[in-house]
């Protein structure tokens, strides 16, 4: 490792040096211009504009087509619709019955994400917490379980539902296993049911090492003194969990709940080559139904697409607000009082 | 070190690079059904050996590509200068007429006559827009040594889908075979059989329309599905109009009969090969009649190219008889060019893809000027993609049959007019 | 403080082992099978002929059919386990099927040809290890180009993130200029926005600035990542301000301090950030699907991705293609994998 990283560090440290010197001077001018407070700006600059380009720019385009009918890809082409995009989305006799809407899929979409979104983040997160205590115990070789569990999370999506589909498929491992049990084959991604226990099952398996980590992280944190105190006080093991561990794994849960939600509502990629939204349409979820909208069909309706992913991003916003909101109150009492 | 600064520098280098080669080249966006872009890569290395100013590259792409990616490229003014597309209406605001740049458009008219009509934007329109690089004809492919096995009779060229249904359920009985029939999860496919049973497709004013036909066949479809004469999971197992076939299936030897199209041969012929004796029936029949739907995909000439001339050259030399002769036999395809047709095409294949393809060139006279129709018509997507998405969502139960008629009527209403904003 | 090892401890017995130890250990046990068992099948599975995949059920290990050479015939015949019409049972060679008839030889005696029931053979199965799904891979397309492309993406897109997102996280972290909070709220909200949803106005971008179909076209629009601040910007914090100051007070420039002082120190979090980075450029797919449409630029997992509609049911390619692609990242995760974990905790807790 060392014979392979010394010729490589002293090539970074010569190419560092001269970044540094032919950035430093212009640096310097600017500095004695803005001051030092504000020099801040230069070096959030590049960021933000390759954020203003790419993300912020985009979301401005995006509006134009929402508010903007027909299939032409240039905005300037495109005839203006007013809310119409909106209006067509939402039409709907009932809120609660999907086939009652102009845009049943959409809905579909939406009612399947939220119970997605609730059932992947709650088992992930309990089965990450779980993970992370086991892992947190005198075990051998932790930095290698701590490994098992993490891996899935670099495989690509594509990889990862690839992986699956060949273990779920009607003639795949598990059916043989079932058919060594004697019982009869099932086909696990074209029934409505099983398709999404499997959606949230494979979704689980691919991220939770990520999330494992961080309340591991968390656990380690955590002052021994506390739980020193406890064992005198003799407290049971459960105790020890909920009035110290808990408590003070609250930021670190809270981190875990916010991103996990975030991209539970996102899912997109695994699930659309696991199972292309179907059966019918159980597992589409809000973004294939924007990406199907806008890009799929032939007919491409980009203004319906766009007004889509705008709901879908105001929706976020809410969310990620609330979330924050509730949390913050909880963080702050008993970890406030015990950090005195 | 700002973002900004670096960006023009850096798209004038990749301009530069790309500007650097020699006379004109021309980019060839391509997708294979079996081997065609092969053919194609070896075509045009004659063609550059005739014509060393030119130089053709091929890039052999997913179908995927083709359709997701290069109308998204097309209309932002990127993208080849020719490209093999299926969705020939749909595309047609994007081809460059070559009349101007080819050697003689009446050798092109005379050849190609029936089938220009269909790259056409607008009816009457006379313009050359490209060359099909294959008569496609959908039909069933069956799996003989099962009947074989089962001791059924093969149904004869007349028969009714009711009696392949018939003859198939009991073969599958017999041999314990799952299903007895599957379908392409395809509007396409579907479309043959719904004509067949009496759909016009069009209404008196040339819309596109869901009539009695088209729903006798569906709840066919539908019942077939239900009851276990069709697996369910080919058109229920994923959403959207995602396209899937049911190859698999057949090259399994789990479905006794599979309704795809002309353009497998050459894939049973390298997949099957001699597992099991399969054959091309003729396409069953309706009431009304006894059609496939004809189809296939052309090389199309893109008005954004740099080099109308050179383009106009390339399709010349793959539109000469030799060569698109040869083109045929090497890719196991049904000419589209009257005259290598005329001739017949000296196909170098085994036995089994050579019955195949007579049965589907036999299948070309009995098509349905409706089915033509269809083809030809430019917004055909916004009636077969809903086709697709709707019963599949029927068929596995989550709306009803009904629900689904009247879905595809409203999609394909709500798609029809966005795509004529 | 000798009680720190054994409280940092969870373990309820100090000598034996007790249930909860068993209920540990059989828990992590699960979760190696469950985490690395369907990746082993496939692995497994990728060197099986498309005859052996269609089985049901499938052997663990790859089998296929025994084939043998038998004078006369200029390719080798499959063999097969022939029950005949004494009862008896004997290893013959197939010459050809018609319908429901088999031809066969035995291969000690080739001149002689018996007539078999197709339903009355069995095969003959050996281990076989299909390395030409492996091989006719490399030869089907241009694995050497992609690879490069992919690396090139990959590198060049870390290094880029790694400065610009340090840049931001020290200003984010260390200044006090009017409006950051703004500006962290923005960065941070670009965490919510799917990028499929701006998928075509970012089309529209890329090839408006000329970098459609370029590699640049994938680099420059990945390299923002609000992650990579979020995780940069919580380590800065403890980076304690004396340090700055002092570094102030000696007349360092705010870029000196930037690279001499904050850089190194966030070591660690850079780490992190690097690998991750590594991570989310190498499994791209659907942005560089969009940008990049010659194919000498394709990436890897484009080519993977791309691919696998086209061969859907052949899943021996498939499965070759899955492993190869899934290779590189193993590599570097079993490398690099310690310092993954112990980034992730000193960057992630605060």
Known sequence: ?340 | MNARSLQPILALAAMAVAAGTLGAEIRVACYSDGNECAVTQDLAKRFEAQNPDVKVIIDTVPYKAIVEQLPVQLAAGEGPDIARVTDLGGLSKFYLDITPYVKDPKYWEANFGQTLKWLRPSPTDKGIYGMMTQLTVTGPFVNKTLFEQAKVPLPGPKATWDEWADATRKVAKATQTPYAMAFDRSGHRFAGAAISMGARIFDAKGNLVIDDGFRTMAKKFYDWNRDGTMPKEVWGGVGGNTYRDAFEEFANARIVLYLSGSWQISRMDKQIGRNFDWIAVPDPCGPAACTGIPGGAAFVALKRTKSPKEVGRFLDFLASEPVYAEYMARTENIPAHAGVARKGVDYKVSPAARAALDVFVADVPNLSPIAYAIQGYKYNRALFNPTAARLGQAIVGEISLDDALKRIASDIDEQVKAAQK | MPSLRALLTGTRGRTAPDWTDWLTYGYLVLGLLLMFGPVVWMVMSSFKTPAALNEFPPQLLPYGQAEVNVPGYDRPLPLYRVKVADGATRTLAEVRRIGLTATMVDPAHPQDEIKVDAKDRERVRELKFAWGNYVEIFGKFAFGRYLWNSVFITVVATLITLIFNAMAAFALSKYRFTGHNVVFLMVLSTLMIPPTIILVPNFLVISQLGLLNSLWGVIWPAVATPTGVFLLRQYMLTIPDELIDAARMDNASEWRIFWRIILPLSAPALAVLAIFSVMWRWNDFLWPLIVLSRSENFTLQLALNAFQGELTTQWNYLLAMTVITLLPITAVFAFLQRYIATGIASAGVK
């Open chain 1, 1 to 340: 490792m060392q014979a392979v990283l010394a010729p490589l560090r002293s090539v970074a440290g010569a190419a560092g040096r001269v970044a540094l010197d032919l950035v430093d001077a212009p640096m310097r001018a600017l500095q004695r211009v803005l001051g030092v407070p504000r020099i801040g700006w230069m070096f959030v600059g590049p960021n933000l504009v390759i954020l203003g380009l790419f993300t912020f720019l985009p979301i401005v385009i995006d509006f134009y087509y929402a508010l903007t009918a027909g299939v032409q890809l240039y905005p300037s082409q495109r005839p203006y619709a007013g809310l119409g995009n909106f209006a067509t989305l939402f039409e709907c006799r009932s809120y609660l019955d999907p086939s009652s809407c102009n845009k049943d899929l959409f809905w579909r979409a939406v009612y399947n994400t939220a119970e997605f979104a609730l059932l992947q983040v709650g088992l992930m997160v309990l089965f990450a917490l779980v993970t992370a205590l086991v892992l947190n115990r005198r075990i051998l070789g932790r930095g290698f379980w701590r490994g098992v569990f993490f891996y899935p999370v670099l495989l690509s999506p594509v990889v990862v539902a690839l992986i699956w589909k060949w273990v779920l498929q009607r003639y795949g491992v598990l059916n043989a296993v079932l058919a060594a049990g004697g019982a009869p084959p099932v086909e696990w991604l074209t029934d409505s049911h099983w398709a999404f226990f499997w959606v949230v099952f494979v979704s689980i398996w691919a991220h939770m090492g990520f999330y494992t980590l961080i309340l591991l992280a968390g656990l380690q944190a955590i002052p021994p003194d506390l739980y020193e105190a406890a064992e005198m006080d003799a407290a049971s093991p459960w105790r020890r969990l909920t009035r110290i561990t808990l408590p003070l794994l609250m930021p670190s849960l809270v981190v875990v709940l916010v991103l996990g939600l975030i991209r539970a509502v996102q899912v997109f990629d695994e699930v659309f080559v696991l199972t292309g939204g179907g059966p019918g349409s159980a597992t589409t979820f809000i973004v294939q139904f924007i990406y199907m909208t806008g890009f799929a069909e032939a007919i491409r309706q980009y203004g319906l697409a766009a007004a889509a992913s705008l709901v879908l991003a105001v929706s976020l916003l809410l969310l990620t607000l609330v979330q924050l909101r509730i949390s913050r109150r909880s963080v702050a009492g008993p970890a406030g009082r015990d950090h005195a």
